[in-house]
């Protein structure tokens, strides 16, 4: 049976390195584990005063988007050693109304991308903080830092490393193991 895997991409920028390994992991994804790509940059700041039976068409769009698949691969940048606003603001759309959270129990990976060589570290393991709090299982083994990623790369955003795309191959692999084990 085939398991649908929201697919969230931290960075918003047209030409995103993290958004182009998200496409090329969706790829590679072995047959039965959908990726679907799904877009935060539209979502409202969360603002509680919002939350009403008029709430932002984004955050309903997101919310059941997310709802509908069974677990989410995290792809995302570092900024300033953490994880972009925009997806933090995601998780926060994502986990309310209070007692409705689409992140709930819903196994999930993360792969962190950077032209700098430590491959954005501080984003992969500050995102790990909320998961813990959104009750989301996290893969914890392999972890996937994709560092120097200008040079892995071609114009188009496709990958020109058989290294890394042998690594995420096997990444995506172990994810859907992981899914199998841990989801509800
Ligand atoms: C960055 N960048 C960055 N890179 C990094 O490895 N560690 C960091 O802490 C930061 N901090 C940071 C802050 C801000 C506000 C920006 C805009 C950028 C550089 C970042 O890795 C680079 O712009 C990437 O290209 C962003 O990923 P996408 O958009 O290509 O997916």
């Known amino acids: 049976m085939s398991v649908r895997v929201a697919l969230i991409v931290g960075s918003l920028r047209e030409g995103s390195y993290s958004r182009a390994i998200g496409l090329e992991l969706k790829a590679l994804a072995a047959p039965g584990l959908d990726l679907d790509l799904i877009e935060i940059g539209d979502l409202p700041l969360y603002n509680p005063d919002l939350e009403t039976d008029d709430a932002p068409q984004a955050w309903t769009r997101f919310r059941a988007e997310v709802a509908a698949t069974q ?35 819903k196994p999930a990976a993360i792969v962190s991308v950077s032209p ?28 996937a830092y994709v560092g120097n990623v200008a040079t892995l790369l071609d114009d188009s955003g ?27």
């Not at 300033?80 to 309310?96: E, F, M, Q, T």
């Not at 954005?120 to 299982?137: D, T």
């Not at 042998?166 to 841990?182: G, P, Q, V, Y």
């Open 71 to 105: 677990a989410v691969l995290f792809v995302t940048p570092e900024y300033n050693r953490s994880i972009p606003g925009a997806l933090k603001n995601a998780l926060d759309v994502g986990s309310r109304p209070y007692g409705h959270s689409i992140w709930q129990a």
């Open 158 to 184: 496709k990958l020109t490393s058989d290294g890394t795309r042998d690594f995420l191959k096997s990444f995506t692999d172990a994810f859907a193991a992981w899914i199998e084990k841990t989801k509800g």
């Open 116 to 143: 700098g060589a430590i491959g954005a570290f501080g984003a992969n393991h500050h995102l790990r903080q909320p998961l813990v709090f959104l009750n989301m299982p996290t893969m914890q083994q392999p972890e």
